[in-house]
């Protein structure tokens, strides 16, 4: 039975979001926030402090009463200097009104000032005296709060600084730190389980690429994962997939999907509740299979890729990646664009078709390596993925074609 690329995305996609949605009710994790690098937050965090802390400058500048300068822009206003203030420095001492303070970005404001003039607005355009004493003219008036950023602009102390569900990002862990909030309670991330079936793997024959491929996805993806071998003997992978669902989330096999005589996961898992094998309309990847185990009170789905090294690579693009991104809390999609190609190239009727290429500095997209799914180390050398539209069947040098970065 054949299926579309987009239905099959949307059927995985359906499973791994329960699987997360199952996953988010065990109990959330409290971990500290230098070590919250994935997933989603699972109990809204709000501010220990004021950010910013204090009212401080957004520019190297003077710190002035605005109505000093309320004529300047009629005539220009001569003030005298105190002491700089730098970052770092403890709050000043009040402005007097019919002075000015040499303040740095960053540098608390003193009190009483309500606006700065960046120094490059301002005549002779430097800071004179570090201990203040100097003369500074200015030729426009000022707006009050010009330049300045007022303590708890940000996010004031007590309030919401993110949401539960909100993704671990980067910038998240910032405004954690900034904050001042040292741990958070974290949802449990999605267990992936990876199982690489095949004699061949367990003889040592071929070495078992499929496994590290996809834990090191796992990985950027900050997920959990564990990876498995086993031969192609049903019983043996039965009985690996009932105990892999005790602790994990989701289990992605790979291999032994096809036609042949020893096809160990269809045999297992076609029949499971739920399970589909058949073609996708794509290539590399187009046998595909899906199915579920049973665990306690819950079943755990089976995603099952095709062997093939570029097929598992491929189909983790297509169908895993958006859905595994989305439970982790990032971004789920690749960078994407058009080109014209470099060279020509045919493509089978009927199936979106996959190859691998590399973007020249001239904007064109060439082909690496052929189209066949054992191609792996060609894959490794290709920063894009260029999708050949399911009815199209040969392109010329010059047309115009879709990638989706890779590296
Ligand atoms: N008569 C047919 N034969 C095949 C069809 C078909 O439709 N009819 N489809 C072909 C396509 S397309 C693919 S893809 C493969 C899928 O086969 P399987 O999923 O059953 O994969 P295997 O036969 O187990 O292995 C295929 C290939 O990949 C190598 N392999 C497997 N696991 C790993 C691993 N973990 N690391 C590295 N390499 C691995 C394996 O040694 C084989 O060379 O079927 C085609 N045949
Ligand atoms: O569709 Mo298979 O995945 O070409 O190699």
């Given at each position: 039975m054949g299926r579309s690329v987009d239905e099959h995305v949307r059927e995985v996609a359906t499973l791994v979001r329960a699987a997360a949605q199952r996953r988010a009710t065990d109990p959330p994790e409290t971990v500290a926030v230098s070590a919250a690098l994935a997933g989603r937050l699972a109990t809204p965090v709000r501010s220990r402090l004021d950010v910013p802390g204090f009212d401080n400058s957004q520019m190297d500048g003077f710190a002035v009463h605005a109505e000093d300068l309320a004529r300047a822009g009629v005539t220009p206003v001569t003030l005298p200097t105190v002491a700089h203030v730098v970052a770092g420095d403890a709050v000043p001492p009040r402005l007097d009104p019919g002075t000015a303070a040499p303040i740095m970005t960053g540098a608390p404001l003193p009190p009483g000032a309500d606006a700065v003039v960046p120094v490059e607005r301002t005549r002779p355009g430097d800071f004179g005296p570090v201990e203040g004493g100097g003369l500074v003219e200015f030729g426009e008036a000022v707006e009050p709060g010009t330049f300045l950023r007022r303590a708890g602009s940000d996010v004031e102390a007590g309030a919401t600084v993110l949401e539960a569900g909100a993704p671990l990002t980067p910038a998240a862990i910032g405004a954690l730190v900034v904050s001042g909030v040292a741990e958070v309670e974290v949802a449990p991330l999605l267990r992936l389980a990876v199982v690489a079936t095949g004699a061949e793997l367990v003889t040592g024959?071929?070495?078992?690429s499929n496994s590290s491929v996809l834990a090191a996805h796992a990985v950027s993806l900050g997920l959990p994962v564990t990876t498995h071998v086993v031969p192609d003997d049903p019983a043996l992978l039965r009985e690996l997939l009932d105990r892999l669902a005790v602790e994990h989330d989701v289990i992605v096999t790979t291999g032994g999907v096809s036609a042949g005589t020893r096809e160990v996961v269809r045999q297992v898992v076609?029949?499971?509740?739920g399970s589909w094998f058949g073609h996708v309309a794509?290539?590399?990847?187009?046998p595909q299979g899906l199915g579920t185990v049973r665990s306690g009170d819950h079943d755990v789905p089976i995603i099952c890729l095709p062997g093939n090294p570029v097929s598992v690579l491929v189909s983790f693009e297509l169908f895993l990646r958006p859905a595994l991104a989305q439970a982790a809390g990032r971004v789920a999609w690749r960078p994407s664009g058009t080109s014209a190609l470099a060279e020509p190239l045919t493509s089978p009727p009927g199936r979106l078709q996959v190859r691998r290429g590399r973007l020249g500095d001239d904007g064109r997209v060439s082909l690496v390596g052929e189209a066949g799914s054992h191609l792996a180390v060609s894959y490794a050398r290709a920063d894009v993925l260029v999708l050949v539209p399911e009815h199209t069947t040969e392109l010329d040098a010059g047309d115009t074609v879709e990638w989706w970065r890779i590296a």
């Open positions: 024959a071929v070495p078992d076609e029949g499971t509740p794509v290539q590399p990847g187009g």
